[in-house]
């Protein structure tokens, strides 16, 4: 079973930045579309970013210019580079693995918190 491993949320007040981990023991890493997603108290679940096994990237517009996905296939890993954070940035991040069609993964989430 594959189960993506997600750290390094925290604590950080408005204006600063953190770097989520995303870890995934699966050999179909390198072919997998690597998402973030986040939910907020009383939220439902919102696309933040994602990056294709090619490597192109998408992101939600609420983070556009200030967070940035990335990945090292070579240690099955994907992050998400936060920067300028805001208290509307404030939730639980979770990171999806999609392999093939109809295979999602989901992590257990990282909570951010960010103080004004």
């Known amino acids: 079973q594959v189960q993506p491993v997600e750290s390094g949320g925290g604590l950080v007040q408005a204006g600063g930045s953190l770097r989520l981990s995303c870890v995934a023991s699966?050999?179909?890493?390198?072919?997998?579309?690597l998402a973030w997603y986040r939910q907020a108290p009383g939220s439902q679940r919102e696309y933040v970013a994602s990056?294709?096994?090619?490597?192109?990237?998408r992101y939600a517009d609420s983070v556009l210019g200030r967070f940035t996905i990335s990945r090292v296939n070579a240690k099955n890993t994907a992050y998400l580079q936060m920067n300028n954070l805001k208290p509307d940035d404030t939730a639980v991040y979770f990171c999806?693995?999609?392999?093939?069609?109809?295979?999602?993964?989901w992590g257990q989430g990282t909570q951010v918190t960010v103080s004004s």
């Open positions: 999806q693995l999609r392999i093939g069609v109809g295979n999602e993964y």
């Open positions: 699966t050999r179909f890493f390198s072919g997998a579309t």
């Open positions: 990056i294709a096994a090619a490597g192109p990237t």
